[in-house]
């Protein structure tokens, strides 16, 4: 181990060095970023970086660290240096091939453990379920013994291995099922709980946003109108979905209105609504068919 020397700079003064640095990159959370990366170098918590930020950082903390910022200033995600991101208070690993979960997709746990209180066992899908995010923290958060399924489904060979990486991680191999395939397609029906955050940006969203250039087009994209993967699961969604269920969409804002009209004309008289996230942005189509 290389100890520091007396002109060691502190871990303030590298950490405030690298926020200068990414934001002069363009960087929208600099000084998060540059915290959260020599916090993983240092191995400590929140508190435990800010009463060391006087403390000198060895030359080998600071090679490391000055590595992980050169890869932030070629806009790799943050969590993909770490190899992990919070959702639902839990982590999860992340890493190239696999969405980095984002906190506004919390807001569709949340709402769907609401839906699923005080009704009985079923069946609960997450299709497109990346590292697992949605599925995983909604079977870690169900109050209580429930006895249904949860199956999550994912195209991507990539995004499902981390998704059962995560899943034996937060003790769910029990509790969770992994399918690779189109959508919904492979499931036979039954479905009280639909649950998606599908990729539904378009082209141009993508590559005017530094940010999501590491991230899989797959994860991302949605097609030219970024609708395409939402339109085929919301076609498909009455065949899978038992009469009373329901389903919950994560979407762009500005798709909001175009969402809702594909929901409500999949299931007429249904009651559809969207969900702002916590920005106040249109960020989910929520839907309650009718009961048969
Ligand atoms: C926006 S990411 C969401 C990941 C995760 N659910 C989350 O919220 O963090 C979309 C996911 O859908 C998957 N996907 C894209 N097209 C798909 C398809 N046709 N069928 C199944 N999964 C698909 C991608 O591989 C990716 O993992």
């Known amino acids: 181990m290389i100890e520091p020397d007396a002109a060691s700079p502190t871990a303030g003064e590298v950490l405030r060095a690298a926020a200068v640095r990414l934001a002069a990159a363009g960087r929208d959370t600099p000084r998060l970023d540059a915290e959260v990366l020599l916090r993983h170098v240092l191995g400590l918590d929140r508190t435990g970086l800010f009463v060391r930020l006087r403390d000198p950082v060895t030359n080998q903390d600071r090679v490391a660290f000055e590595a992980?910022?050169?890869?932030?200033?070629?806009?790799?995600?943050?969590?993909?240096?770490?190899?992990?991101?919070?959702?639902?208070?839990?982590?999860?690993?992340?890493?190239?091939?696999?969405?980095?979960?984002?906190?506004?997709?919390?807001?569709?746990?949340?709402?769907?453990?609401a839906w699923l209180a005080n009704r009985p066992p079923g069946l609960v899908l997450d299709i497109g379920t990346g590292s697992g995010a949605i599925a995983l923290s909604f079977a870690a958060h169900l109050p209580g013994p429930w006895t249904g399924w949860i199956v999550a489904g994912d195209l991507s060979r990539a995004a499902l291995a981390v998704a059962a990486r995560n899943r034996a991680a937060l003790g769910l191999d029990g509790r969770v099922g992994l399918v690779r395939g189109d959508l919904a397609g492979w499931c036979r029906g039954g479905v009280d709980l639909l649950l998606a955050n599908l990729p539904y940006l378009r082209p141009e969203q993508r590559a005017a946003n530094p940010d999501l250039v590491a991230e899989p087009a797959l994860a991302l994209l949605g097609g030219g109108d970024g609708l395409d993967p939402i339109r085929r699961l919301l076609a498909d969604a009455p065949r899978v979905l038992v009469p009373g269920g329901a389903l919950g969409l994560e979407i762009d804002p500005a798709q909001a209105a175009a969402v809702e009209a594909l929901a409500r004309a999949a299931f007429p008289g249904a009651r559809a609504a969207v969900l702002p996230d916590l920005a106040g942005l249109a960020r989910h189509v929520v839907v309650e068919t009718t009961p048969g």
């Open 68 to 113: 992980l910022v050169a890869r932030r200033l070629e806009n790799v995600p943050v969590a993909y240096l770490t190899g992990t991101r919070e959702f639902m208070g839990l982590p999860f690993a992340v890493g190239p091939g696999v969405l980095v979960p984002r906190p506004e997709t919390e807001i569709l746990v949340e709402w769907a453990l």
